[in-house]
């Protein structure tokens, strides 16, 4: 089916609830309807093969200043109507809220297609022996490599469209794969594990190999660790650990934690809040990005936004709501956000990154001589808290002595605290790696002065 | 929920190729939340899940397709799909269908739509007033309702057919209070497999209320010590260790990958002699409990370990098939998008014989956990870091200053080993737990609980 055919179903069904809309009501309506195939491979045969079609609606009406939210996974007429005069109902229930609004329509960002003739080309066993190729690949690299815990290859493709009685009418189609795999090592009886990917827009592009062999370097860098010595030394974050670091931070910067008294950067526009090497951007309309769209989950089309710039806050990520409550300060940066069509828009981050520095991480080691390589953050989101700003979680990694890699370390802890961090940043890495935690998280080499490693 | 005659054609089609089992789940499921935050009554969310699941399954290989349609042809095409993923020459049939009626039902005494948006909306207004009115330094409420009844149908090719409907309810408090610059946290958030009655158990007012207490009481911790230390886990405050690192290691497709420090150990000893524990779901109204599980084997109480010698693992169809042990009625799936997999229903520790204030007192310097937050566990290594959300230093046997911002990193083993204390006490909480992109309700519990020494990483 082409991309416009898709689209063009989904807006009809659109369509005909926003018509449905009476004077003096709002309606918007969301709809989804996604394709997924996920593989998975085990001891060189396919353990699970799994084939979805996801297809559902969500209506938001809004009177009175209040909205209510319904939804459905059954597109019959019958359940449409049902749907829509529930959310009728439940907009009787809630507060009112003067910044409640719908967003007026504006013309959609141009992000290019994000849809690829190339994802149909692909035959099932072409995904099938990805994935076979994806496990043998880990389990080839023997030694200390004991086995997979999972090895997965996964599509998706999406049409997602929205319309609303305020005259926004858009849709638009993406396709995602991915493979990724947990490798297992062992040494001594003791075991450990990491994880490698990769990901693309079709499954021609998707490196393999490349995926298998991170699992494997990342799975054996940190086995036979002990614990450390408690020590107050800098800490080198790897790409994936940062990105981890900066899915907590987002959760702060985020216009909705900060007017509901839940974020450490509230009233600090305009502050220095980290060093002065960082940059902090959310880009919605990033070409190729793991989040990037033409529009966010309101229909508000997506923007770049600047939100730390050589360590000053610039500002935070909205939604309609939320720049609405702003007052006129304020618009929506395009970060409307649902966690599919069951839940009303919040806001979160599109594509979120450091700006990469020039330094790659080896020069980055030799820089900190002795320190700690950090490369799995454990009980992050117990322990990184977005509104204390503490931060104190267990980690594994290796020492650095010398400038280089040296003894493995498990069962220890970094505390601090996230403003410490932010401004004890001594350098950044050039080595930029999208990730897709939580949408897509940009994480690079990250060198933190004085952070407390405990161990026994 | 699908008559006999659909049950037949499709099962039949997803034998077309070459599955020796097929499988069809289909669930209704309604759900409810209603959220109050920043003073007002945000969000009133209802909707309505209607899917099945196609599963066909040979040997330890697995297809599955899944369809938002319960028409015959929507469910063909998807038994067609599942079908195409174990290609080959028919090896099986549809049995006789006979209908499998759970022995114990969780049945809501009064169903959660009983009561309107308004009269939810009252309910989270009501646990807000009482969280607001505990001190000055509230600063912020959220409160949430959350209510789901799902209708199970299970049928397969061995000629199983059977239906359930479980209610679930649960009440969330969080509760922001600052001071002085430093700001803290508190939660209390009760929930059952049963209806409305959960507001018998819990009034609204007393969990708002005591939300804020624990927020407030926190703005007089001080920071947390760093290093090994004795640490007594109140009771219900330490289950969700002992789910993260004993539990999900005995879950047994982690066992079977080899993934898990205790696959290979029944009849070892994995702990000390003093603790045992179980994975029930059949404790009447818990919030993990289920007549059935999602592949309609009766759910169970299974020990895990028994005086610290390793028992029993939690399985599923094609697990238990695997590690030849029986199937323990722990396949549970978040819904009919998702393959079943192995999951803890209601998990515990048992209680034990000391006298809990007698453990207290017994420690000369620890920390007493009165709750542990988030934790995360590597199933392979049982390395565990868990956040501590609340807690006491207990010096010279007695609890004092509250502390914040640890956590405690080890080992499941290595805790399981130097648990040297079990009070004759018993608490429990609720969760929900994930794995694998999946979310499912779990329960955990425990009885006071010393350890002898463990890594405490503080900020102080």
């Keep these: 089916m082409s991309s416009d055919g898709d689209a063009e179903a989904l807006l009809g069904i659109l369509d005909g609830l926003v018509a449905r809309a009476r004077v003096g009501e709002g309606v918007e309506a969301y709809g989804i309807d996604e394709a997924q195939l996920t593989i998975k491979a085990y001891d060189g045969e396919v353990e699970a093969l799994s084939s979805a079609r996801t297809r559902g609606v969500g209506i938001r009406v809004l009177r009175d200043a209040r909205f209510g939210y319904a939804w459905t996974s059954d597109l019959s007429d019958t359940a449409l109507a049902e749907t829509l005069e529930a959310a009728r109902r439940n907009a009787s229930a809630t507060g009112p809220d003067e910044a409640n609004v719908l967003p007026e329509p504006l013309p959609p960002t141009d992000v290019g297609s994000l849809d690829d003739p190339r994802f149909a080309e692909v035959t099932p066993e072409y995904k099938v022996a990805l994935a076979l190729r994806l496990e043998a690949a880990v389990r080839r690299a023997g030694g200390a490599i004991k086995g997979v815990d999972s090895a997965s290859y996964g599509d998706d493709r999406a049409t997602v469209g929205i319309a609303s009685s305020t005259g926004i009418r858009a849709a638009t189609t993406r396709c995602d794969t991915y493979v990724v795999v947990e490798a297992l090592a062992e040494a001594e009886g003791a075991t450990t594990s990491a994880y490698g990917l990769d990901t693309a827009r079709v499954a021609q592009d998707l490196d393999v190999d490349g995926a298998a062999a991170e699992a494997v370097r990342r799975a054996l860098l940190v086995l036979g660790g002990r614990k450390p010595e408690t020590d107050r030394i800098p800490v080198v974050f790897d790409p994936f650990a940062t990105a981890e670091v900066l899915g907590v931070l987002a959760g702060a910067l985020t216009a909705e934690a900060v007017q509901k008294g839940r974020s450490l950067f509230a009233g600090k526009v305009g502050q220095a809040i980290g060093a002065e090497r960082l940059t902090l951007v959310d880009d919605g309309t990033l070409p190729g990005g793991l989040s990037t769209m033409p529009w966010d989950d309101e229909g508000v089309p997506t923007s770049r936004t600047l939100l730390m710039e050589g360590g000053v806050l610039r500002g935070y990520l909205h939604n309609s709501h939320t720049a609405a409550r702003d007052g006129t300060t304020s618009t929506s940066t395009g970060n409307a956000s649902r966690a599919g069509f069951r839940s009303p828009p919040g806001v979160a981050p599109s594509n979120l990154h450091l700006l990469p520095g020039e330094a790659p991480p080896e020069a980055l080691l030799a820089d900190v001589g002795n320190g700690f390589y950090c490369q799995r953050l454990m009980g992050l989101h117990s322990g990184a808290n977005p509104v204390t700003g503490e931060f104190s979680v267990g980690v594994n990694g290796v020492m650095v002595r010398g400038g280089v890699l040296a003894e493995p370390v498990r069962e220890a802890t970094i505390a601090g605290t996230l403003p410490a961090m932010l401004l004890g940043v001594a350098a950044v890495g050039s080595d930029l790696r999208w990730l897709p935690f939580g949408g897509g998280l940009g994480g690079l080499t990250l060198v933190v002065e004085g952070m407390t490693l405990a161990g026994a | ?460």
């Design chain 2, 1 to 460: 929920m699908l008559d006999d005659e659909i049950v037949r054609a499709v099962l039949a089609r997803a034998l077309d190729s070459g599955a020796e089992f097929a499988e069809i789940y289909a669930e209704q499921r309604d759900g409810r939340s209603v959220r109050l935050d920043d003073g007002r009554v945000e969000d009133l969310v209802s909707g309505r899940d209607v899917g099945a699941g196609i599963r066909v399954l040979r040997g330890q290989q697995t297809a599955y397709a899944f369809t938002n349609l319960l028409t015959l042809e929507a469910l063909l095409e998807a038994a067609g799909v599942a079908a195409a993923g174990l290609p080959g020459s028919r090896m099986a049939t549809v049995a006789d269908l006979r209908t499998v009626t759970p022995e114990r039902q969780h049945l809501a005494a009064r169903d959660p739509r009983e009561a309107d948006g308004p009269a939810l909306a009252e309910v989270v207004r009501r646990a807000e007033d009482a969280a607001r009115s505990v001190d000055a330094a509230v600063r912020q409420v959220t409160v949430l309702w959350a209510d789901s009844a799902q209708d199970v149908f299970i049928t397969n090719s061995e000629g199983h057919r059977s239906t359930e409907r479980r209610v679930r309810t649960r009440l969330v408090a969080q509760v922001v209070a600052a001071r002085d610059g430093l700001i803290q946290t508190g939660m209390d958030a009760p929930g059952a497999a049963v209806g409305l009655e959960l507001l018998d158990a819990h009034p609204p007012q007393d969990v708002g209320r005591r939300a804020a207490e624990r927020a407030v009481a926190m703005l007089d911790s001080v920071p947390a010590p760093a290093g090994e230390l004795t640490v007594v886990l109140a009771p219900g405050g330490g289950g969700v260790l002992f789910h993260e690192a004993c539990g999900h290691g005995m879950e047994a497709d982690i066992v079977a990958k080899g993934a898990s420090v205790y696959g290979g150990r029944q009849g070892e000893a994995i702990g000390s002699e003093l603790v045992s524990g179980v994975d029930d779901a059949t404790l009447p109204g818990s919030w993990g409990s289920m007549g059935l599980d999602d592949e309609g084997t009766p759910a169970q109480r299974t020990v895990l370990f028994d005086r610290g010698v390793c028992t029993d693992y939690m399985s599923d169809r094609l697990r238990a098939a695997k590690l030849a042990i029986p199937r323990s009625g722990n396949a549970r799936r978040q819904s009919y998008a998702h393959l079943p997999i192995p999951r803890m229903t209601n998990s515990f520790i048992l209680p034990g014989e000391s006298d809990p204030a007698e453990i207290v007192r017994s420690v000369k310097r620890g920390l007493y956990c009165d709750d542990l937050g988030g934790g995360q566990v590597d199933p392979a290594s049982g390395d565990f870091v868990f956040g501590v959300s609340m807690a006491h230093m207990i010096e010279d046997g007695e609890l004092t200053s509250l502390v914040r911002g640890a956590n405690l990193v080890g080992d499941g083993p290595t805790v399981l080993a130097r648990i040297d204390a079990v009070g004759t006490d018993f608490d429990q909480r609720q969760g929900v737990c994930g794995k694998d992109g999946q979310g499912v309700p779990a329960a955990l519990g425990n009885p006071t609980l010393r350890i002898s020494r463990i890594t405490v990483g503080g900020t102080a």
